[in-house]
């Protein structure tokens, strides 16, 4: 019931979007799969459930290779896209039969209704799916990568447009499907992946930059410190750069700074120092415990 990745390799042209990534996603966890625009999680996804195929390297779910044995391995997958693609002219319970049909479903009818009391859709199931909100269309997304049962479940971005009430419920849902099947959770929003995720790995320009647990991930923060700043009259990033110490810079808008230090080293007075001989004004300067987003931002903001 696992997903094994060993130095998977994929180029566009002459561009090495992944570049020998190895990770491994196991039954009864939900892993976070995180990283900026463009880092190579969607290509990730996409050789995984067998939409395209790798250069190089070597993809198993449930003991099936993805390029021997892709009929295999797609009965074994359940896959919600973040571009959701639906048949919007279909009744939603019509749609989630004719997807059921396609895997040969026993007992079809009763794993309609299941599908549907578990994603809340009773009330929408004799709607057309083209008249639904974008919060009820995800649902009968994730209605239809669940209804053949799979193994293991990848979801792409599965609370984009949900309001809170609906987010709340989807989070219950997905945590409730982690504990039976192995899990893998693309998201931006880090709150989601704190409230969900047993582990976490981080993707960067094709490569991987961390994988570890999410208390482990969290503690890496504690090697450096995180300082705020706001000034009266804003410097720029690349003056902040300067000071010695400093790692990173994320502007927080305005003028508001997060600098993320080196080591653990307490900086404040060296930057209250810097400021001073600048002739700048520190309006607040404060340190802050680390969070998944933290170390996502100290990873790959480069």
Request: aromatic fraction near 6%; include cysteine.
């Amino acid at each position: 019931m696992s997903v094994k990745i060993a130095n998977l390799t994929k180029l566009f042209g002459s561009q090495k979007a992944l570049d020998g990534i190895s990770f491994e996603a196991r039954p009864g966890e939900i892993l976070g799969f995180l990283g900026p625009n463009g880092a190579g999680k969607s290509t990730t996804m996409k050789i995984i459930t067998c939409f395209i195929p790798q250069n190089e390297g070597k993809v198993e779910v449930c003991g099936f290779d993805t390029e021997e044995d892709s009929l295999a391995v797609r009965t074994q997958i359940g896959y919600l896209p973040e571009q959701n693609p639906l048949y919007k002219d279909m009744y939603v319970r019509e749609y989630l039969t004719f997807v059921g049909k396609t895997y040969g479903i026993t007992n079809l009818s009763d794993r309609v209704d299941q599908m549907i009391s578990m994603t809340g859709l009773e009330r929408e199931q004799h709607k057309k799916i083209g008249t639904l909100s974008k919060g009820y269309r995800q649902r009968v997304g994730l209605a239809q990568a669940m209804i053949h049962d799979p193994k293991v479940l990848i979801l792409d971005e599965p609370t984009s447009g949900l309001d809170p009430n609906q987010l709340e419920e989807i989070r219950n849902l997905i945590k409730k499907i982690g504990k039976e099947k192995t899990v893998i959770l693309s998201t931006h929003i880090m709150q989601e992946v704190q409230a969900l995720c047993d582990r976490v790995v981080i993707i960067d320009k094709g490569k991987i930059v961390a994988d570890d647990k999410i208390d482990a991930l969290t503690d890496m923060g504690g090697s450096q410190e995180i300082i705020d700043l706001e000034f009266a009259e804003s410097p720029t990033i690349q003056q902040l750069e300067t000071i010695e110490g400093v790692k990173n810079v994320s502007h927080l808008g305005g003028k508001k700074f997060r600098l993320f230090t080196q080591s653990k080293k307490d900086l404040r007075p060296a930057i209250f120092q810097w400021a001073a001989d600048k002739g700048l004004v520190l309006l607040e300067m404060k340190k802050k415990e680390s969070s998944v987003e933290d170390v996502f931002k100290s990873l790959t903001n480069k």
